[in-house]
């Protein structure tokens, strides 16, 4: 399903105490696909407790550029995602980030 190139790579993030990601997985992640030839998120999922919010949060970020932070995902994470967990998702993110820069760093 996934060429050669791409990599996994999981990002954590925090959420609230009344959170029922936080009851159910005790910390929230993100597991992000990337393509390593172009940095390009292919594919994501997360520990989002409900189908939708897994394929709203993926909305976010597949297509978009690995290579580096960019401030306009996390704006546009601020600006259509209002859940609970709208800060554990940017965490995630910055955590996935610099997980996959080790890893091209290291390997690619």
């Known amino acids: 399903m ?4 791409t990599v996994y790579i999981i990002g954590h993030g925090r959420t609230s ?3 029922v990601i936080t009851e159910r997985f ?7 696909i990337v393509d390593t030839e172009n940095d ?9 407790t409900i189908p939708t919010t897994q ?7 597949v297509g978009k550029k690995f290579d580096k932070y960019y401030k306009e995902i996390e704006e546009e ?3 259509r995602y209002h859940g609970t967990s709208q800060k554990a998702i940017i ?5 996935g980030l610099k997980r996959y820069m080790e890893v091209k760093d290291k390997y690619y």
């Open 40 to 48: 390009e998120v292919v594919d994501l999922s997360c520990s989002a």
């Open 77 to 79: 994470v601020l600006k």
């Open 26 to 32: 005790k910390i929230f992640f993100i597991n992000f």
């Open 17 to 19: 105490s009344d959170n």
């Open 2 to 5: 996934y060429s050669n190139s």
């Open 55 to 61: 394929e709203f949060i993926a909305s976010l970020f």
């Open 91 to 95: 965490i995630a993110y910055k955590d």
